[in-house]
């Protein structure tokens, strides 16, 4: 599985098939900080992702 | 109808959406929630812009750290509230067009009340919690809320149609810890533009607008991205459990 990580860098990671906040749990991302698309997609922390899939995590803002 | 002066004065863009287009504009009644960074891009554009009505809202007073980038706002008006000096900036900018100008606190109590006549919502807030409000009460009045956030160097913004495409709780299931975040003038001038961008082609019916995609500015390294989403079917404010 091919994450993008919020500082623009790339990991391989060998998980079969994980859910989403298992693996920033052991990336040690704080889930409250970021959203991740699988292949291209937002999707909600409680999906899981296959070694196939691509991740990305971006950190998003709140500010004004 | 637009008057003699109106169209001289919109006549540039009468070029891309035709008189027709700026009526459609002069017609339109805008909420601005906030009079900071992004409300000041945001609202500064509408105004010049001939958006018809503009109800701005903030319930803060002008400090000397607000003003590397909220230029609604002066030197002159530090202590002042926020709403005082975009009133005179607006009205300053554009007499044509009608300028409502509140302290208030947004609230769940007086929402309702803030947004009675409005037709869309332009997110200019610092916080999720109030994002979250604005979100619910465009889904029930079934409005678009356009959204934008900034931290430093980077920001993101997306439109949310209510009953079309994600809402802000399919997108940010979770507010993120609330911190006091860096802020560049510039990074709000991005973003409220692209906000303004949207509603203009929203209200002109032109073009192709931000629905379920999320746009992302790193301005440090000169980039934009974009990230598909689409609704949640268990989100908890817009799945059909709740509607």
């Known amino acids: 599985m ?28 704080n889930p ?6 699988k292949n291209g997609r ?3 922390e ?3 992702a296959g070694s196939n899939d691509e991740l990305k995590i971006v950190r998003f803002v709140h500010g004004g | 109808m637009l008057s003699e002066a109106e169209k001289k004065r919109y006549s540039r863009q009468i070029r891309l959406f035709g008189e027709d287009g700026q009526e459609k504009l002069k017609r339109t009644s805008v909420f ?3 009079a900071g960074g992004l409300g000041s891009a945001v609202s500064i554009y509408m105004a010049a812009g001939g958006f018809g009505k503009i109800r701005i809202v903030d319930c ?9 980038r909220q230029i609604l706002h002066a030197n002159a008006d530090v202590g002042r509230p926020k709403a005082k000096s975009a009133f005179e900036t607006l009205t300053g900018i554009n007499p044509e067009i009608e300028v409502e100008a509140l302290v208030e606190t947004i609230s769940q109590d007086n929402i309702d009340q803030l947004l009675q006549g409005c037709d869309l919502i332009m997110d200019a807030m610092d916080n999720f919690p109030i994002r979250y409000l604005l979100n619910r009460t465009a889904l029930r009045r079934k409005i678009p809320l356009f959204h934008g956030a900034i931290s430093g160097y980077q920001g993101q913004a997306t439109t949310i149609i209510p009953g079309k495409t994600a809402c802000l709780s399919c997108i940010f299931p979770r507010a993120p810890p609330a911190t006091i975040f860096p802020a560049l003038g510039s990074t709000c001038g991005v973003i409220g533009s692209i906000q303004v961008t949207e509603a203009v082609k929203y209200v002109t019916e032109a073009g192709m607008l931000l629905e379920n995609r999320l746009l992302l500015w790193d301005g440090l390294n000169g980039c934009l991205d974009e ?4 609704r949640n079917s268990a989100c908890r404010e817009c799945s059909d459990s709740v509607y």
Not at chain 1, 6 to 26: F, H, M, N, T, V
Not at chain 2, 60 to 68: G, H, P
Request: proline share 4%; with cysteine.
């Open chain 2, 227 to 230: 990230m598909a989403c689409e």
């Open chain 1, 2 to 29: 091919l994450i993008a990580l919020p500082d623009g860098s790339r990991r391989e990671i060998a998980e079969k098939c994980a859910r989403i906040d298992d693996i920033l749990k052991q990336l040690g991302i």
């Open chain 1, 46 to 48: 409680e999906e899981t």
């Open chain 1, 32 to 37: 409250e900080e970021v959203i991740v698309a």
């Open chain 2, 32 to 34: 601005i929630a906030g």
């Open chain 1, 42 to 44: 937002i999707v909600p």
């Open chain 2, 60 to 68: 803060d007073s002008v400090e000397l750290s607000n003003l590397n």
